[in-house]
């Protein structure tokens, strides 16, 4: 794995914290560190990012948390009501 392997993700939140960022991981499957607060525009930041390197919300095999604080877990029930169409 190289560092072109690992896609830092810039993704807005309404907190006091700011922006939060999650990583995009290619190796064995396609990783997503963290996926931001359930808004609006967290989402639209993180599909335009992916599609920005040819990836779907739809194409992430696995999410890996690293806390559950709304600004890095909220889009994780997109992610869940994906696998259910």
Do not use: W
Not at 3 to 29: E, H, M, S
Not at 39 to 65: P, R
């Amino acid at each position: 794995m190289t560092t072109a392997d690992i896609i830092p993700i810039r993704v807005p939140t309404p907190f006091a914290v700011g922006d939060v960022i999650v990583y995009l991981v290619k190796g064995d499957a396609l990783t997503l560190i963290d996926c931001g607060p359930k808004t609006k525009e967290a989402a639209a930041a993180l599909k335009e990012q992916l599609a920005a390197v040819h990836i779907e919300m739809s194409d992430i095999e696995q999410i890996v948390l690293t806390h559950h604080h709304a600004d890095h877990a909220g889009l994780l029930d997109c992610f869940f009501l994906m696998t259910l169409k």
